[in-house]
């Protein structure tokens, strides 16, 4: 009878564990699901355009052309974050700057489920006294997704 008791134990005890081990995949399937970003940008199709100087309001305005792909099947609504840490100080003044829509200058964008779409965007900053970019290169964009509620993007 002492071997049948050890028995039920352990056949209990892998029970659990089976138990415990589904949960864990099934946990881990959602996490992996829900990290995949559907809104990306589109690197090859996408470049910094030019900047200017304003020396009247002491800005810099760099334009850029981006191409963004959203793979879900609903609107996503986003922000763009640039970041500029080699022209901090020389160029402007903060290293990430909130990027425009050149047409509307809402911070705030939209794209439809399945759809890719090209945008004009500038990202303004504040002037610091040299008139050279770094770097010619796209800079390093962030997509920020918002709640569709939203009307402008202030971080």
Known sequence: ???VRNIGKWWFLMKKVFIILLQMAF?????????????????????LD?????DETGTVTIHCCITIKNIGNEVSNF?????????????????????KDNETESTLFSIKG???KQYSICFIGKHMGTFQLSSRLLPDITIITV??????FVP
């Open 1 to 3: 009878m002492v071997k």
């Open 27 to 47: 946990i881990l399937c959602i996490m992996c699901s829900c990290s995949k970003e559907k809104v990306s940008i589109i690197n090859d199709a996408s470049f």
């Open 50 to 54: 030019d900047f200017y100087i304003d």
């Open 79 to 99: 922000a763009l974050l640039g970041y500029f840490p080699k022209d901090v100080g020389i160029l402007i003044e903060e290293p990430v700057i909130l990027a």
């Open 114 to 116: 399945n759809e890719t």
């Open 147 to 152: 709640n569709s509620n939203m009307k402008e």
